[in-house]
């Protein structure tokens, strides 16, 4: 107990060096911890929990080769750090960038970007809604990104632009088998189709039942894991419509509940859904 004692002295002297432990000492620790709860957070059911396991475990073996004045392990572990601090940001691109892309949506601050009006943001998910039944009673396949707060622009770029009015007709007919434009994903910022036809990163998706899903609903997952955008799938096997937010996605989606999540979603600007569901 004594030394356990000692041990929490020896690290409050070490994080204040020494001077009286004052309000800023608090304030730092404190945004430290938030710092590390985020970051487990962002990490939290991706590949990258495993290697931060590895990462711990090898600075635990450091530690202990240090007291055991095991010069060689020692020496060998260093060598291996230095070449690690690298590869880690190599390794860690993915969950990177996507930090990156959350700091930059400025969390609260999203809610002054959302729709102008109750009108329009009603107008924009009625025509979504309408859209999705016409395709799916069709029995085509869709993918509609819905642009947020980070820009899509990239992505959009890589179809062709179309640049005209949300309209359930238009989407419709994008995405009819024998359209030129329907292989491929609509991005859609407000109440304006962008472009069509656009090419969507489709990464390594880390879910365990990852495989049960179609092209389109991995893009789907990718693309909204990546961003805050939410998007819109129809499968064309199935005539299923789902919605992707958030890295995650909710299937089988009705007339109503597919009006309910879309608003909910505009409405609140949230990324994740509620629970994760089977696409169909």
């Known amino acids: 107990m004594d030394a356990i004692r000692q041990w929490v002295s020896d690290f409050v002297n070490i994080l204040t060096r020494g001077q009286p432990f004052g309000w800023n000492n608090v304030l730092d620790v404190l945004i430290v911890a938030v710092f590390i709860y985020y970051v487990l957070l962002l990490i939290r059911g991706t590949r990258a929990v495993q290697l931060l396991i590895g990462v711990m475990v090898l600075v635990l073996i450091y530690f202990v080769a240090t007291s055991l004045h095991l010069t060689l392990t020692t020496l060998l572990l260093q060598a291996l750090f230095a070449v690690a601090l690298i590869a880690l940001v190599v390794v860690f691109q993915p969950e990177l960038r996507r930090a990156l892309g959350q700091i930059g949506q400025l969390g609260p601050l999203n809610r002054l970007l959302a729709p102008g009006s109750e009108e329009e943001l009603e107008g924009i998910v009625d025509e979504l809604v309408r859209a999705a039944l016409l395709i799916s009673e069709a029995k085509h396949g869709a993918l509609i990104v819905l642009e947020r707060a980070t820009g899509l622009q990239d992505y959009s770029e890589t179809g062709v632009p179309v640049n005209g009015k949300l309209t359930a007709e238009l989407l419709a007919s994008i995405f009819m088998t024998r359209s030129p434009l329907h292989d491929g ?96």
């Open 185 to 280: 994903a609509v991005i859609v910022r407000g109440g304006q189709i962008l472009a069509a036809a656009c090419l969507l990163p489709l990464e390594e998706n880390t879910d365990r039942g990852a495989h049960r899903y179609g092209m389109r609903h991995r893009a789907a997952l990718s693309i909204s894991a990546q961003t805050d955008a939410i998007v819109v799938v129809v499968s064309e096997e199935t005539q299923a419509i789902s919605i992707a937010a958030g890295g995650r996605i909710i299937g089988a989606l009705d007339e109503e509940r597919l009006r309910r999540v879309l608003s909910s979603l505009l409405r609140s600007r949230i990324q994740p859904l509620p629970f994760r569901s089977k696409a169909s």
